[in-house]
């Protein structure tokens, strides 16, 4: 399956915009890139995802590389509520989300 | 969260008994799954199911196994529990390819 990097912490200020990078640099042609972000004691959340084209949602908007080895999940004016670790992952043609150890955001106030 | 329950949310179990969790959904998906949580590992696949009684193995499978006899309840069993199985566990359910996943709120395993 193909992976992801993401680092490891990141931190922004509270009510500014978020980028959050993610490589995957062996990803396919047919592998949706999905985020996802898990709030403590909480499963996990479903946020975005895409597969060729730039998307946007109520939550994030997500920005993918034109050769898609790259993505960014991006959070246009984060609160302490967006406080969380991220996922990046993608989903291969057999259905299967394989998880990274993802990115834990801070907010600061 | 809506849609789709774990139970039960926590369990205390002793070595070598058997244990199964149940996941539950009202979603009609057709997809569902099973992941555990582990400090330092994030979340793994264990098994997961694309149709009634059409389920495969994830990438730690062993000493796991489960069924789905109707669309809506997907089951994992712990034939005989270890230690190495305390952890969270999370089921997921997802519509086809391409969507996104909706998790449940966990069961917290301990065995002892």
């Known amino acids: 399956d193909a992976k992801t990097t993401q680092p490891n912490s990141m931190e922004s200020n509270e009510e500014e915009p978020v980028h959050l990078p993610c490589n995957h640099s062996?990803?396919?042609?047919?592998?949706?890139i999905h985020w996802y972000r898990q709030l403590p004691s909480q499963g996990p959340e479903y946020v975005i995802h895409?597969?060729?084209s730039n998307v946007n949602n109520r939550m994030a908007s997500l920005a993918i590389a034109e050769d898609r080895k790259s993505s960014t999940l991006i959070l246009h004016r984060a609160t302490l509520r967006d406080a969380a670790v991220y996922y990046c992952?993608?989903?291969?043609?057999?259905?299967?989300?394989?998880f990274g150890t993802g990115t834990r955001l801070t907010i600061i106030p | 969260d809506a849609g789709i329950t774990q139970s039960p949310r926590h369990k205390v179990t002793e070595t070598g008994t058997p244990v199964t969790l149940r996941c539950h959904q009202t979603?009609?998906?057709?997809?569902m799954y099973w992941y555990r949580q582990d400090p330092g590992h994030g979340l793994r696949l264990i098994h997961y199911?694309?149709?009634?009684?059409?389920?495969d193995k994830g990438e730690v499978s062993d000493g796991y196994s489960v069924s789905r006899s109707k669309t809506e309840d997907f089951l994992l069993t712990l034939e005989s529990a270890t230690s190495s199985q305390t952890s969270v566990y999370f089921c997921?359910?997802?519509?086809?390819?391409?969507?996104?996943?909706?998790f449940g709120s966990g069961t917290r395993l301990t065995v002892v």
């Open positions: 997921a359910i997802s519509e086809q390819q391409g969507y996104g996943y909706t």
């Open positions: 062996t990803i396919s042609g047919t592998d949706y």
């Open positions: 895409g597969l060729t």
């Open positions: 992952i993608l989903r291969s043609g057999n259905e299967k989300l394989t």
């Open positions: 979603e009609n998906h057709r997809y």
């Open positions: 199911s694309y149709g009634v009684k059409d389920t």
